[in-house]
């Protein structure tokens, strides 16, 4: 597959396939020759008024003015001082991501940069070649200054890259790769650093995690649902169309595919003295719908990033170079804050679906922690525990991070989003839900092999098969985590979807429009 980078039209999924699964990259005709346009602009302003980012100082300095003859000297300056970084390396595709976005805002022409930039960053992308980019150092305005320079260090041959499985210096790799290092002329140092492009392509990731995530939350709460002779009648169609809310209805409709035909479900459809499930069941398609309606509002968000030229100042069409503030990170922030606390929620419910699977005194029949000789074995009881944990820390990661701002550069950057660690953050909360469900997920499967001789449905029945496929059903205790990590490993993955698709059910399908009431 090949990206071809435009500017505008780069998608979500675009993203994804050069970030994770190494898509390579070529820019447009259409796009080199706006950058070649808006290139000719700077040039024609290199004389005259000082202007922001070409003839002058950054920040707190944009007052002092840089004389012709140390202009470009200006540009790798910025870059090299704003590589201050520390901490761990982010992840490859986090840095993959963040340079295919700076090269699609450059495309756009609005930045001011050549060809020649957009083009190195390409390069590097074909390459495999990743900057080492440390976690901290971002405050999400003025774009990603420390991520993005730490990036742009390579383009001039210096840092570090992660190249063929290592870490080594950038020029050494630039070289093994038959790519030279390029000089960053007027304007193009601020360029290659002034965007939210970090914050924006760890935000499409979690938009393309999250979308994964909630489905299989809905898959796995069926088998819940059949673990503890639970009831579907909650999820019939018309009392969810008495609260119309697109993500609720989804989930919904999910949750009776998934259990359509159940022996376990029919087998207490009459004379069952419970007048009603727990919240944490029969309030399941409230609570993941309402998260799947969060995505769609942080994928809207992302998708209008994605279509921002996001620098300063901007380079227009009319020969104006105006000062803006197209790289604070706010939207981003707010978005990336609310699926954190979306995805809590998700992991929450689910740590107490399961803590009732476990639970003699509400798991109706089952035994205590689903052990097979109760006392000698423990079962499953610090599974629950593992995943208790993790749905405490993200209790705490869901506090927002950009509610809160420090002012830096002298007062002239005296409000900042926070986005990065939003963002940063969000990730966390990500893995921890994936292994909450996974958990729940190895509960569930015990507690459906418990019920035996009653046979599970044939959509939850397929996900017990893919599981025992990879580990045993009940029996005496044995190292648990290990099973913990298959369940996490295949929820990382299509791997359920795909089952699900071989059987011929189809989930996430909209239901049609509601009667209104």
Request: glycine share 8%.
């Amino acid at each position: 597959m090949t990206v071809h980078l435009e500017g505008p039209g780069v998608t979500i999924a675009d993203v994804i396939a050069v970030a994770r699964d190494g898509a390579r990259v070529e820019l447009t005709d259409a796009a080199v020759q706006r950058m070649a346009d808006a290139r000719e602009i700077v040039e024609r302003l290199l004389e005259g008024d000082p202007k922001y980012g070409i003839s002058t100082g950054f920040g707190a300095l944009a007052t002092v003015a840089i004389p012709p003859d140390r202009r470009q000297a200006l540009q790798a300056s910025l870059v090299r001082s704003h590589a201050a970084g520390m901490g761990d390396p982010v992840e490859d595709e986090v840095v993959r991501a963040m340079v295919l976005l700076r090269a699609r805002t450059l495309a756009l022409g609005a930045s001011g940069a050549s060809p020649l930039v957009a083009q190195a960053m390409v390069d590097l992308l074909n390459a495999g070649l990743s900057p080492v980019v440390p976690e901290y150092g971002s405050l999400g305005a003025s774009g990603e200054l420390a991520p993005l320079a730490h990036a742009a260090l390579a383009l001039l041959g210096e840092g570090e890259v992660h190249h063929e499985g290592r870490r080594r210096p950038a020029a050494e790799a630039l070289e093994a790769e038959g790519l030279s290092p390029i000089t960053l002329a007027e304007k193009e140092g601020l360029a290659v650093i002034n965007g939210t492009d970090g914050i924006l392509g760890m935000l499409c990731l979690a938009v393309d995690d999250t979308q994964r995530l909630l489905t299989q939350a809905d898959m796995i709460s069926a088998m819940t649902v059949e673990g503890l002779l639970a009831t579907d009648a909650p999820f019939a169609a018309d009392l969810q169309a008495l609260r119309p809310h697109p993500g609720q209805a989804v989930s919904a409709a999910n949750l009776r595919s998934m259990l359509d035909g159940s022996p376990i479900v029919a087998s207490h459809a009459s004379d069952d003295p419970r007048v009603q499930d727990a919240y944490s069941i029969r309030c399941t398609p409230a609570v993941h719908g309402a998260a799947r309606d969060t995505l769609d509002h942080v994928r809207l968000v992302a998708e209008r990033e994605l279509a921002a030229a996001i620098d300063n100042p901007m380079i227009l069409p009319d020969g104006r170079v105006e000062s803006c503030g197209n790289f604070h990170g706010a939207p981003l922030g707010f978005a990336a804050d609310f699926l954190a606390i979306a995805l809590a929620e998700i992991g929450a419910i689910a740590e107490r679906r399961m803590d009732r699977l476990l639970d003699k005194t509400r798991n109706h029949g089952l035994p205590p922690f689903l052990a097979s000789e109760v006392g000698v074995d423990s079962g499953l009881m610090i599974g629950h525990y593992t995943a208790a944990a993790m749905a405490a820390e993200n209790k705490r990661l869901a506090v927002p991070a950009s509610v809160d701002s420090l002012p830096t550069s002298g007062m002239q950057e005296d409000h900042v989003s926070m986005g990065w660690g939003a963002v940063r953050k969000l990730r966390r909360v990500v893995d921890n839900v994936r292994r909450i469900l996974a958990i729940e997920f190895v509960v569930a499967a015990r507690s459906i092999d418990l019920r035996q001789p009653l046979r599970p449905a044939a959509a939850t029945g397929a996900l017990l098969d893919l599981l025992r496929s990879h580990v045993d059903g009940p029996g005496p205790d044995r190292h648990l985590s290990p099973e913990l990590q298959v369940g996490e490993r295949l929820l990382a993955t299509d791997a359920l979807a795909d089952v699900l698709e071989a059987h011929g059910i189809t989930l996430d399908e909209p239901p049609s429009e509601p009667e209104r009431c």
